[in-house]
Nanobody, 124 residues
Framework: QVQLLESGGGLVQAGGSLRVSCAAS????????MGWFRQAPGKEREFVAA????????YYADSVKGRFTISRDNAKNTVYLQMNSLKPEDTAVYYC?????????????????WGQGTQVTVSS
């Protein structure tokens, strides 16, 4: 089992940048697909980005493509989400998630392990 803890959220002005991190416990981290999701007030949780176990494959939601970058450091059991050119509509609680298995688009619909989330607020 993997426990996930997000950090790095905060308040940033539109156009600015922020990096959120997710620290994982457990030796299985390096074999897991890791993802980021977000949930804005009054909206359903939505997929943001995912990365394969070795970082060789990534996938992004269209709304963040070109602005956000997901990466991981397996030696540190940590996955990152670098967010640039932030917009007010990026305001949400950002959740880290993990799962085993093959990295396919269909597999990114559901994850097994979730963190508690970190708030990101983008002011206009």
């Amino acid at each position: 089992q993997v426990q996930l803890l997000e950090s790095g959220g905060g308040l940033v002005q539109a156009g600015g940048s922020l990096r959120v991190s997710c620290a994982a416990s457990g030796r299985a981290f390096s074999s897991y697909i890791m993802g980021w999701f977000r949930q804005a007030p009054g909206k359903e949780r939505e997929f943001v980005a995912a990365i394969s176990w070795n970082g060789g494959s990534t996938y992004y939601a269209d709304s963040v493509k070109g602005r956000f970058t997901i990466s991981r450091d397996n030696a540190k059991n940590t996955v990152y989400l670098q967010m640039n050119s932030l917009k007010p509509e990026d305001t949400a609680v950002y959740y880290c998630a993990g799962k085993g298995g093959a990295f396919t688009i269909r597999a990114l619909r559901e994850f097994d392990y979730w963190g508690q989330g970190t708030q990101v607020t983008v002011s206009s």
